[in-house]
């Protein structure tokens, strides 16, 4: 009977131990902030004097799924040219995707807002304004003509499959450097830290 009943223990011993080791394997690791360099993407070019375009350039795509620039056929979800992004839904695509801006660090924003405060590319406006102040960089104008990301403004975006990530725009100018100058930097050259969750879940952290 003593050995039965030690027997019995020790499987419930064993038992509660499994347990707690699924529990432990079942714990969702923190996701990675990942920084991809370099990505350049060239607006159009145009004619000072008149005002026109004189060579269209692409959008360069992104997926962050891939962790890569991809072509236009695939599945991306954000898309660089110039200063401008675009997002893989509306106007700009056949996804699920949308972005919106939101205030604060990148490390404090570690949810996704909910679906509907998503926007989408439409005719009249992108989902990210463009224009100095209006999403997520500043122009300077004269005398140094810099195009600066602005402190504090985090892309909140909704992928092309509907799942969600965060980006931070660090650089426009190759190689990132500390003090750009516009004049001799290459600029539209995007430096840029990100988070995808592939869960589906809006836990961003």
């Given at each position: 009977?003593?050995?039965?009943?030690?027997?019995?223990?020790?499987?419930?011993?064993?038992?509660?131990?499994?347990?707690?080791?699924?529990?432990?394997?079942?714990?969702?690791?923190?996701?990675?902030?990942?920084?991809?360099?370099?990505?350049?993407?060239?607006?159009?070019?145009?004619?000072?004097?008149?005002?026109?375009?004189?060579?269209?350039?692409?959008?360069?795509?992104?997926?962050?799924?891939?962790?890569?620039?991809?072509?236009?056929?695939?599945?991306?979800?954000?898309?660089?040219?110039?200063?401008?992004?675009?997002?893989?839904?509306?106007?700009?695509?056949?996804?699920?995707?949308?972005?919106?801006?939101?205030?604060?660090?990148?490390?404090?924003?570690?949810?996704?807002?909910?679906?509907?405060?998503?926007?989408?590319?439409?005719?009249?406006?992108?989902?990210?304004?463009?224009?100095?102040?209006?999403?997520?960089?500043?122009?300077?104008?004269?005398?140094?003509?810099?195009?600066?990301?602005?402190?504090?403004?985090?892309?909140?975006?909704?992928?092309?499959?509907?799942?969600?990530?965060?980006?931070?725009?660090?650089?426009?100018?190759k190689d990132a450097p500390t003090q750009?100058?516009?004049?001799?930097?290459?600029?539209?050259?995007?430096?840029?830290?990100?988070?995808?969750?592939?869960?589906?879940?809006?836990?961003?952290?």
């Amino acid at each position: 009977m003593y050995k039965s009943r030690l027997f019995l223990l020790l499987g419930l011993v064993m038992a509660f131990t499994a347990c707690k080791k699924e529990d432990s394997d079942a714990v969702t690791p923190a996701l990675e902030a990942l920084t991809f360099t370099n990505l350049a993407a060239p607006g159009d070019v145009i004619d000072r004097t008149t005002g026109q375009v004189t060579q269209t350039n692409p959008f360069i795509y992104f997926s962050f799924e891939k962790g890569t620039t991809v072509s236009a056929s695939e599945n991306w979800d954000i898309g660089f040219k110039g200063t401008t992004l675009i997002f893989n839904s509306g106007v700009s695509g056949s996804g699920q995707g949308g972005a919106v801006i939101k205030t604060g660090t990148f490390d404090e924003l570690t949810e996704a807002p909910e679906s509907t405060e998503f926007r989408q590319d439409t005719n009249s406006e992108f989902a990210v304004p463009t224009g100095s102040d209006n999403g997520w960089y500043n122009y300077s104008g004269p005398p140094t003509f810099l195009i600066t990301p602005i402190a504090g403004r985090i892309i909140m975006v909704k992928t092309f499959d509907g799942k969600y990530a965060k980006v931070e725009v660090l650089s426009y100018y190759k190689d990132a450097p500390t003090q750009p100058n516009a004049l001799s930097d290459q600029s539209a050259t995007y430096t840029f830290r990100y988070m995808y969750q592939a869960d589906g879940s809006r836990t961003l952290k």
